[in-house]
């Protein structure tokens, strides 16, 4: 695992998941805040419409400023390759949180501003991503980062849904990067899980992965969002929402 020397950066610099977790963590508080306050007063945020805003700012700022920290963290150790630390990583906070500022800045440019900031920071985490696994030829994860990227493109959806450009660009954004964000917590979740398990246990065990299981959560995943979201099809989503239950609950009873 690299290292770096403690001498030459502040902790909360040396790790994606510090300053990230510690975001959205403050995020997450402050922005219920500021909903109860839409709620009560009226204070809407001026770009979107606050139900739009309210489900953006779950799904793109929250979840992904936690999805961010997982990955900048976890890439590192999967591929050995130092992911961004110093001020680059605090530089790519920076983009994450002026993107969450902007909407209250009060004037008609607030939205393209908050729009060309956020889709930065997603591509700039899916360079910072994609560096270490090229770099280590650790092309296993490159799946996560193809989520990355759609989730970038769902992103766009929504603001291009905004002014009507993509018709239900604003439906689909948030749904679609809802359920990736969902795929994202499964797909890296097969082996996390039994890593933390295996750890945390004071006894030896063997937890293996079933590739069965693997290939079908993918695939019915893929089929889920697709019938869900694209070409809605209740009947067929529903069907596949209960086989994904089933599927993950042989996963986690093993």
Known sequence: MPTTPPTQQV?????????????????????ML???????????????????????????GYALAVVAG??????????????????????????????????????????????????????ALCLAILHPVIKDGHYKSLGVWFILIAITVSNLLFYLGLPGITPNGVQVGLHSGLYLIIFLM??????????????????PVTLTNRRWLDISCLLLMLLFVMVQVFVPQSALASLC??????????????
């Not at 306050?37 to 793109?60: C, D, K, Q, R």
């Not at 997982?70 to 994450?96: E, I, K, S």
């Not at 929402?241 to 093993?254: K, P, T």
């Open 186 to 203: 499964l797909l890296p979740g097969r082996r996390v899980l039994p890593m933390f398990i295996t750890n945390g246990v004071d006894y």
């Open 34 to 60: 500021v909903w109860l306050s839409i709620i009560a007063f009226a204070t809407n945020p001026p770009v979107m419409p606050p139900a739009l805003w309210h489900g953006h700012e779950m799904v793109y």
């Open 241 to 254: 929402a209960g086989l994904l239950f089933l599927l993950h609950a042989i996963r986690i009873s093993g």
């Open 70 to 123: 997982f990955l900048l963290t976890a890439v590192r150790n999967w591929t050995g390759v130092q992911t961004l630390h110093g001020t680059p990583l605090m530089l790519l906070v920076l983009l994450w949180l002026l993107a969450r500022l902007i909407p209250y800045a009060g004037n008609d440019s607030a939205l393209p501003l908050m729009m060309a900031l956020d889709l930065s920071f997603n591509i």
């Open 11 to 31: 902790a909360l610099t040396r790790l994606g998941f510090r300053p990230f977790f510690l975001c959205s963590t403050l995020f997450a508080t402050v922005s």
